[in-house]
T-cell receptor, first 114, second 113 residues
Framework: AQSVTQLGSHVSVSEGALVLLRCNYSSSVPPYLFWYVQYPNQGLQLLLKYTTGATLVKGINGFEAEFKKSETSFHLTKPSAHMSDAAEYFCAVSDLSNDYKLSFGAGTTVTVRA | SQTIHQWPATLVQPVGSPLSLECTVEGTSNPNLYWYRQAAGRGLQLLFYSVGIGQISSEVPQNLSASRPQDRQFILSSKKLLLSDSGFYLC????????????FGPGTRLTVL
């Protein structure tokens, strides 16, 4: 069975600073990896995903993530934080062993300081 | 394009009362459908999923049930709510036959008092 660990339940960054959210996964077969963002009292919006091919994936709102198989990681970055990036971020994994159902990490809440 | 709707958006119910939450998807046929619950301070827990009309798989035993009476309609129900049923309920869909992205609805905030 697959699982996801997000390091740090809360991250605080200054506006204009680098955003780095860490995600490590476990999967016995090639995984699909996702980052979703959730604003208060809203559903989840897909930021980006990795399925196959290029390991550096670019998403919406200037975010990108790199799949590193050797490190079983899929960290999310954004070079310059904006106030509108304040939200909760979820990393998720799916694979064939679980019929491609999503397993989510516990989430990381990002606050952006002016 | 595809759209997913959930209603109601917010619900406050007394303990022991019944529950019915509805999710509908527009713009696609025979989607895979999912119900998740997000409790305060916890991650997302998959409750049920469906690959077709009348086909329901339960992930977590509890006093909730799900039904899929029509191709693009997914209903979450309970006969008697518990305090622990409070949370944010999210419906999601995925294209039939594809194994990647799930798309989420706006959610229903349920408070059981």
């Amino acid at each position: 069975a697959q699982s996801v660990t997000q390091l740090g339940s809360h991250v605080s960054v200054s506006e204009g600073a680098l955003v780095l959210l860490r995600c490590n996964y476990s999967s016995s077969v090639p995984p699909y990896l996702f980052w979703y963002v959730q604003y208060p009292n809203q559903g989840l919006q897909l930021l980006l995903k990795y399925t196959t091919g290029a390991t550096l994936v670019k998403g919406i709102n200037g975010f990108e993530a790199e799949f590193k198989k050797s490190e079983t990681s899929f960290h999310l970055t954004k070079p310059s934080a904006h106030m509108s990036d304040a939200a909760e971020y979820f990393c998720a994994v799916s694979d064939l062993s679980n019929d491609y159902k999503l397993s989510f990490g516990a989430g990381t809440t990002v606050t952006v300081r002016a | 394009s595809q759209t997913i709707h959930q209603w109601p958006a917010t619900l406050v119910q007394p303990v022991g009362s019944p529950l019915s939450l509805e999710c509908t998807v527009e713009g696609t046929s025979n989607p895979n459908l999912y119900w998740y619950r997000q409790a305060a301070g916890r991650g997302l827990q998959l409750l049920f999923y469906s690959v077709g009309i009348g086909q329901i798989s339960s992930e977590v035993p509890q006093n909730l049930s799900a039904s899929r009476p029509q191709d693009r309609q997914f209903i979450l129900s309970s006969k008697k709510l518990l305090l622990s049923d409070s949370g944010f309920y999210l419906c999601a869909w995925r294209f039939e036959g594809l194994t990647d992205t799930q798309y989420f609805g706006p959610g229903t905030r349920l408070t059981v008092l």
